[in-house]
């Protein structure tokens, strides 16, 4: 791990092999250990899943029983974005982004396809509350758009930081507002009422599907947008 | 009804909150609304402190969703001991930070100023949300929520030397979340679930959970730097911007120090091992001296101090040997050690803080040049002065009272050779602590009167590094109280 | 050998392979792909094991672990990348000093102040 560059002499390579196989029959031995039978919760998942407002059992443990997790790991992807801004990145344009820019191909396939993507991540989002899929899967496409539409140089970024962060934060915000909210009615934190509960994480998947979507193509993009921005607007004066 | 006297989900509410209206503003505006909610947590920590007093052990379901289907927030009396260590240095270091002057540029958006807010907060939320875990794997996202913050802080101000740091930190933490992820799979697909109290109770001492208990180990080991997992530290430590430093080395190492105890003594106690247990206290023993004996090679101030914690890590892992040999002597031990982490964490961040404040006033990092700066920042070396007393272990500071229980244990257990490391330590330590204040009063008849470059040093900086000694030299009077603090909830019986 | 050790023997494979391409490699890219790739290895093996017994549903929380795991790593992943960027920009190679390998370390000074 002290990185002594790429471990080039043969003997020191031998060594690094040998142990490494070492470790890795140590770890096969103890895979071939593990349990055969399913030790796991679904048992206790099952019997709970009508009180917990929706019909997969994945967006349930997710959004509800274990919700708790979920909310710190969307504050993970916030960390993330605020982490790589601090960094400060000088904006660079590759050649190949120059290129992918220019390239009247890109362009037509983006204004094609970013309609159907976003279209896809609302579905994807909407169908996670009964079958595979939820906000994660959805923010993913919605990224996935995000980062063609960074790609053909074809959006704006906005000049103003205020409207972009309101966006990244909001599904952090709402899922926060809510959890903390039901302390109000005299539940534990993160408690839904039964009742409520669908309409509840509908509302938190639908915004963390845009803050997610727009998280991770600005993790992409990696530059402050603000100072993209003016990089962009400098090349387009150009 | 509402349910908002439910003190412990605060600490870890509070900062969350606020991150979202630092996120939103800009420089000043986040610096305010973080000391705001420094405040706050404050508060609830004290809050949740006298809860605890008062009703003993406290414990939340969140989302009503009992284990094991749910997570559990957790609250004992070793929780409240290290969500008060963490409100205290967090909060002053805090004021410290509204007074530091970050190097890097940038406009009040988007400057090395501006980023400490966001992300310090987020590393508060990390801690806070360790400290009340009750479940394997939401420990294992507090671990990551601390990692990535503490790295990127460490990066902070576009330094060279910081920036590599960082990198190195940053593959460590990434190579010690994956063992302790590993470890974390390999656990539930054996036990099928997540809860520490389940899983201590259906724990069995197959092969599976031997790896994975090494796993962990290893992974947590390298996060908190134990000898000889501790190179990428004293780098990452003595770059990084001085507030930063005085987080990282005060309570970011601790936080997977806790990990380590709760899952040792009360998920696993059964594989504590008289060898394993000794092995961790060798390992200790050798990072105290060689930690120690680096310090006393070091030519540079932050340096010292950030090898003094590779040091002083170590006396934390003496606890494992001294601790799990049972009968009366383990709770002073355990007690011992655990209270020196508290200890620790404010003399060693009023250390970085007094430390960076003489370097930001001479301009320069070097001993040599520290000479005459009492005469100019008396507050500062004063600091300096006191928190070096605690990490000797004088008394009546924290440092002594930890040390003292843990030499005591260490003699009752017999381990004499235990007992040789913690005085061989105090001695390395007042070796170095004297060597910087020999370099600050002590001036070569020949030398240039030294001119300083800012004479004007913000008062706020002096004034929370005073503070902050001042916390960790009483804090030995306070061990009444706080050790019958710390046994509320205590893995041992018959104390 | 059931299908669930199968995947759980190639996971530890994986895993192990995830570890010697993180030390044997100095380019901090491919020490970030390493670092991916041993992730993948423990998705893997939780994926596995939530499915054990073939007739049953299989159990949501590894896939929920799983989840979260991935979020997690792309966080990481995404911030490595941007540092290798910075590193890059400041010492002209994506690699950590000490380590030079055997190319000339030519500055390129990117980084605008």
């Known amino acids: ?238 | 009804m509402d349910n908002l006297g439910t003190w412990i989900v605060w600490p870890i509410l509070l900062p969350l909150i606020a991150i979202i209206p630092i996120f939103l503003r800009k420089r000043s505006g986040a610096a305010n609304v973080s000391l705001v909610t420094a405040a706050a947590i404050v508060l609830a920590v004290a809050g949740l402190a006298r809860q605890v007093l008062t009703n003993g052990e406290q414990s939340h379901a969140v989302g009503g969703w009992d284990a094991p289907l749910g997570i559990m927030l957790h609250a004992d009396g070793l929780s409240v001991f290290m969500l008060m260590m963490t409100a205290i240095v967090g909060a002053i270091t805090s004021i410290y930070a509204a007074g530091y002057r970050f190097q890097g540029g940038g406009d009040s958006g988007s400057s090395s100023g501006y980023f400490f807010w966001p992300l310090s907060m987020f590393l508060w939320a990390a801690l806070n949300v360790l400290f009340l875990a009750a479940d394997i794997f939401n420990l294992y996202i507090g671990l990551e929520l601390l990692s990535l913050a503490a790295v990127a802080l460490v990066t902070l101000e576009r330094k060279r030397d910081a920036t590599v740091a960082g990198m190195r930190y940053l593959l460590a933490s990434f190579l010690g979340s994956l063992a302790y992820l590993l470890g974390v799979a390999l656990l539930y697909t054996a036990f099928g679930t997540l809860d520490l109290e389940l899983l201590g109770a259906r724990i069995q001492p197959d092969l599976p959970t031997a790896v994975a208990i090494m796993l962990i180990t290893l992974g947590t080991a390298l996060k908190t730097a134990l000898f000889p997992l501790h190179f990428w530290l004293p780098p990452a430590h003595g770059s990084a911007p001085t507030p930063v430093s005085a987080l990282l080395s005060a309570l970011v190492v601790k936080a997977s120090f806790y990990l380590l105890l709760r899952l040792w003594f009360e998920v696993f106690p059964a594989a504590l091992t008289p060898a394993i247990a000794q092995m961790l206290g060798l390992l200790g023993a050798i990072g105290i001296l060689w930690g120690s004996f680096l310090a006393l090679r070091q030519h540079k101030l932050k340096a010292l101090v950030a090898f003094s914690t590779v040091a002083q890590v170590g006396y934390l892992f003496l606890l494992f040997p001294l601790a799990s040999t049972s009968a009366g002597w383990g709770v002073d031990a355990w007690s011992g050690g655990v209270y020196h982490a508290f200890a620790h964490a404010c003399a060693k961040a009023a250390m970085f803080m007094a430390a960076g404040t003489l370097a930001y006033a001479i301009g320069s990092d070097q001993l040599d040049h520290l000479a005459g700066t009492f005469q100019h920042y008396p507050f500062s070396v004063t600091a300096l002065t006191l928190a070096g007393v605690s990490l000797m272990g004088l008394p009546p500071s924290g440092g002594f009272i930890g040390k003292w229980l843990l030499l005591n244990s260490a003699l009752a257990s017999g381990q004499w050779w235990f007992a040789l490391v913690i005085l061989t330590g105090s001695l390395l330590a007042t070796g170095y602590v004297t060597m910087v204040l020999s370099h600050i009063l002590l001036r070569p008849p020949d030398a240039a009167p030294i001119e300083p470059r800012n004479t004007r040093v913000s008062f706020t900086l002096e004034f929370a590094a005073l503070l902050l000694a001042l916390i960790a030299l009483g804090l030995g009077l306070a061990a009444t109280p706080m050790l019958a603090l710390l046994r509320i909830g205590m893995p041992f019986t018959g104390y | 050998m059931s299908q669930f050790s199968l995947y759980a023997v190639i996971s530890m494979l994986i895993f192990s392979i995830g570890l010697y391409g993180f030390i044997a490699h100095a380019h901090l890219v491919r020490k970030i792909l390493a670092v991916n790739i041993m992730g993948s290895a423990i998705f893997l093996l939780l994926i596995s094991a939530a499915r054990r017994d073939p007739t049953a549903p299989p159990d949501p929380v590894p896939h929920a672990m799983v989840l979260t795991g991935i979020v997690v790593s792309v966080s990481f992943t995404a911030f490595a990348l941007a540092l290798t960027r910075r590193i890059y920009a400041e010492t002209g190679q994506a690699y950590l000093p000490e380590t030079e390998p055997a190319i000339s370390a030519q500055k390129q000074d990117i980084v605008q102040k």
């Open chain 1, 1 to 238: 791990m002290r990185g002594r560059a790429n471990i080039t002499q043969l003997w020191t390579r031998v060594i690094l092999v040998v142990c490494s196989v070492v470790f890795g029959l140590g770890l096969v031995w103890t895979a071939l250990a593990l349990p055969q039978e399913a030790t796991g919760l679904a048992r206790v998942v099952k019997p709970r899943m009508p009180e917990s407002g929706v019909t997969n059992p994945v967006t349930a443990v997710l959004l509800n029983f274990r919700g708790y997790d979920t909310l710190l790991e969307i504050g993970v992807l916030l960390l993330a974005i605020i982490a790589v801004w601090s960094l400060r990145l000088a904006p660079t344009r590759t050649a190949l982004e120059r290129f992918m820019a220019e390239t009247p191909v890109l362009a037509y396939l983006v204004r094609l396809l970013v309609p159907v993507m976003l279209l896809v991540a609302g579905y994807l989002t909407w169908i996670g509350s009964s079958r595979a899929g939820g906000a994660f899967q959805g923010g993913a496409v919605v990224a996935g758009a995000g980062v063609l539409l960074l790609l053909a140089a074809m959006v704006p970024l906005p000049r103003r930081r205020r409207l972009l962060r309101s966006l990244l934060v909001m599904g952090f915000g709402l899922f926060l507002a809510v959890a903390g909210g039901m302390l109000l009615l005299g539940n534990n934190l993160l408690e839904y009422p039964p009742e409520r509960a669908y309409i509840l994480i509908l509302a938190i998947e639908t915004l963390l599907t845009v803050s997610i979507g727009l998280t991770l193509a600005l993790l992409f993009l990696g530059v402050i947008p603000e100072v993209a921005a003016i990089q962009q607007r400098r090349e387009d004066n150009v």
